[in-house]
């Protein structure tokens, strides 16, 4: 049967998804993990999927998640977030995700999430989809979606008041580099001012 970890810093989430879990697999096996550090620890152990919240302490779910597939590059992993798809999924997708899913999902999308990427496939919604597909066509997407992973993560801790100093310390990286992304994303985004991205990202729910 399968071993599935599940990974979210809120335990009564952890223990909705396992309920879950449990109704519908008789013997599986659920282990939790409450923050990025568990997570990599317990997988020193085999798992046949991993189940990821983005909106941890400390480093970034985007940053768990491309750690994880860099571990093990086989293992899929299946997102659970509060942030809707149109902020999130893509660059969940592009980091080696194996499914998107809101924590508003309906019981019954998790578990055909949970078995298709089990069986090695992927999981998407018809929304994500039609947005995927107009991508494909030339549709550029969101301003937003243009940015690498670091300068994305410099752009919400902007928008959530953090100082460039403190950005740095969270993310392990020199004041200097900090500054460098943020120029990069200011051109990128058609934006002048740290007011500026604050408002937009916060219009299109990215903090």
Do not use: W
Not at 78 to 98: K, V
């Amino acid at each position: 049967m399968y071993r599935v970890l599940l990974v979210d810093d809120h335990e009564v989430v952890r223990r909705g998804l396992r309920a879950i879990l449990d109704d519908r697999f008789a013997g599986i096996e659920v282990a939790e993990a409450g923050s990025g550090d568990q997570a990599l620890a317990s997988l020193a152990d085999p798992f046949d999927a991993v189940i990821l919240d983005l909106s941890m302490p400390g480093r970034s779910g985007i940053d768990l998640l491309a750690e994880i597939k860099h571990r093990h590059p086989r293992l899929p992993v299946l997102i659970m977030s509060l942030h809707g798809e149109e902020q999130f999924a893509l660059r969940a997708l592009r980091a080696g995700a194996s499914g998107y899913l809101t924590k508003s999902a309906a019981p019954e999308q998790l578990i055909s999430a949970f078995e298709r990427i089990v069986r090695g496939g992927k999981y998407i919604t018809e929304t994500l989809a039609e947005r995927l597909a107009a991508m494909v066509g030339g549709d550029a997407g969101a301003p937003h979606d243009r940015l690498s992973q670091r300068e994305f993560e410099v752009m919400r801790g902007i928008a959530s008041g953090e100082s460039v100093g403190a950005i740095a310390e969270r993310m392990h990286l020199s004041v200097k580099t900090v500054s460098t992304y943020r120029a990069r994303l200011l051109e990128k985004m058609g934006m002048a001012t740290n007011a500026e991205l604050t408002r937009y990202a916060i219009q299109n729910g990215l903090v």
